[in-house]
């Protein structure tokens, strides 16, 4: 009977641990292969189009994803993550020509399927083998090369100092009354030639690329990059409502407050999910650190004005008033 219940909490015990953590699928339907970066630590060594990460034990997590086609910038993204659950997201080529990850979903991982052509890793915080082909400089270009010699001949005149011949010439030169012969001896020198030969290479280089998009894809990709005042989507609601829902998890108000700084400086949020975030915080002067912060992620700055009524006072208005007239 002991032994039985020692079994039986033992099996609980290892299923709770499971379940107390997260997964995390990334994948592509158009073939591109790509290394998944988890908060900073490569997690598959070979690129792959489908790649499942398991036990994260972490709540929140960032992610790079570094394409095989080095032309393609990195994208980057951060997921909330439930304990239990597995999340999804999928690369796809929006109608600009340009990939994002979208955040499509999660499902408890008891009840998740289970698909093919998958890579399957166990999260780890140390970065596995890189392959050298998967980094993330610049696509490496081999050159064709082509060196034209030319040859130029230089003749030069010198003269050797052998005399060749000589002549004697006499003069006489009236000095003050004085009369006074000069004899002199011209000398001719002979002159000979010397050739002198300089070889020049002229080296032409044409460059040329190995590496080529996949058949499925006509144009060459760009990345949506998130700025300040550089925003052009609000953070999808799905992804907003798993990241407020974590909010409500945390019991104190410093770890909110480091949970909203997170998503919100790696997406842009509207002036409306703002004050949704707001809201879950208790205190007036964490609201107002909050406000500040979110100002420069938020994508209609000019209704900013709406984030007020998450406030309580006027005096918290009339600073943040304030603060924002002297951007």
């Known amino acids: 009977m002991n032994h039985f219940i020692l ?24 073939g591109i292969k790509f290394i998944l970066e988890v908060n900073g630590v490569q997690q598959n060594s070979e690129p792959s189009t489908n790649v499942k990460v398991e036990n994260i034990a972490q709540e929140f997590i960032a992610t790079r994803i ?24 999928q690369i796809i080529l929006n109608k600009k020509g340009m990939y994002k990850l979208r955040y499509m979903g999660e499902t408890p991982i008891s009840s998740a399927p289970a698909p093919s052509n998958q890579t399957i890793i166990s999260y780890g ?39 060749a011949n000589s002549e004697s010439v006499s003069m006489n030169v009236n000095l003050g009354g004085q009369s006074v012969g000069i004899s002199t001896s011209i000398s001719g020198m002979e002159s000979t030639s010397s050739s002198t030969v300089t070889e020049t290479t002229t080296v032409t280089t044409s460059s040329s690329s190995n590496s080529s998009m996949p058949a499925t894809s006509t144009q060459t990709p760009g990345v949506e990059t998130i700025s300040s005042g550089g925003c052009d989507s609000p953070m999808p609601s799905g992804e907003l409502n798993s990241a407020l829902a974590s909010m409500d998890s945390k019991s104190f108000e410093d770890s909110k ?27 007036e002067e964490t609201k107002l650190d909050y406000s500040k912060y979110a100002y420069e992620y938020c994508l209609d700055q000019p209704s900013y004005y709406k984030v007020n009524d998450a406030f309580e006072f006027e005096l918290t208005i009339d600073e943040l008033n304030e603060f924002l007239e002297s951007k």
Not at 67 to 81: A, C, N, Q, T, V
Not at 129 to 140: A, K, R
Not at 144 to 150: I, L, Q, R
């Open 257 to 283: 407050m480091t949970l909203a700084k997170q998503f919100t400086r790696v997406n842009c949020l509207s002036a409306d999910q703002i004050k949704m975030v707001m809201q879950k915080f208790t205190f």
């Open 125 to 163: 915080e140390e970065p596995v083998s890189v392959n050298p082909s998967t980094t993330e400089t610049p696509e490496q270009i081999s050159p064709n090369t082509e060196s034209t010699t030319s040859t130029t001949v230089t003749t030069t005149t010198i003269n050797t100092g052998t005399p």
């Open 7 to 30: 079994t039986s909490l033992a099996a609980f015990f290892i299923s709770s641990g499971i379940f107390a953590q997260s997964n995390l699928i990334v994948y592509s339907n158009d």
């Open 66 to 89: 570094i394409f095989e086609y080095k032309k393609i910038p990195i994208l980057k993204k951060s997921f909330p993550l439930t304990k239990g659950n597995e999340v999804s997201g």
